[in-house]
Nanobody
Framework: QVQLVESGGGSVQAGGSLRLSCAADRSTYYRNCMGWFRQAPAKEREGVAAIYTGGGATWYADSVKGRFTISQDSGKSTVYLQMDRLEPEDTAMYYC??????????????????????RGQGTQVTVSS
């Protein structure tokens, strides 16, 4: 059974940092494209970052490049999203996601993350000005 469990959201002032965690079941995590997307009220889902767990290659949306870092801990089957220099525009529900079948990421991975079949319950990030 696919398990994606997010944690680490919260409220922070602009300029602050948060780290999100996504604990996955081993089968979902192994050599797969995993990522994060976010959704704010009245806005479309936006892919934020992706990582290929088989080799560690990463991709980012332009809106977060240089501020967010996606990483992994293979021993824990966990993917992280370190968010620095947060802005009020980053306020959203953040979801960890993985495709329905194991696959590489590819050049447009971040664009595909919001469409991945499997996702967690989400964790709220609120950034105040």
């Amino acid at each position: 059974q696919v398990q994606l469990v997010e944690s680490g959201g919260g409220s922070v002032q602009a300029g602050g940092s948060l780290r999100l965690s996504c604990a996955a079941d081993r089968s979902t995590y192994y050599r797969n494209c995993m990522g994060w997307f976010r959704q704010a009220p009245a806005k479309e889902r936006e892919g934020v970052a992706a990582i290929y767990t088989g080799g560690g290659a990463t991709w980012y949306a332009d809106s977060v490049k240089g501020r967010f870092t996606i990483s992994q801990d293979s021993g824990k089957s966990t993917v992280y999203l370190q968010m620095d220099r947060l802005e009020p525009e980053d306020t959203a529900m953040y979801y960890c996601a993985a495709p329905g079948f194991r696959q590489g990421c590819g050049a447009e991975a971040v664009l595909r993350v919001p469409q991945f079949y499997n996702r967690g319950q989400g964790t709220q990030v609120t950034v105040s000005s």
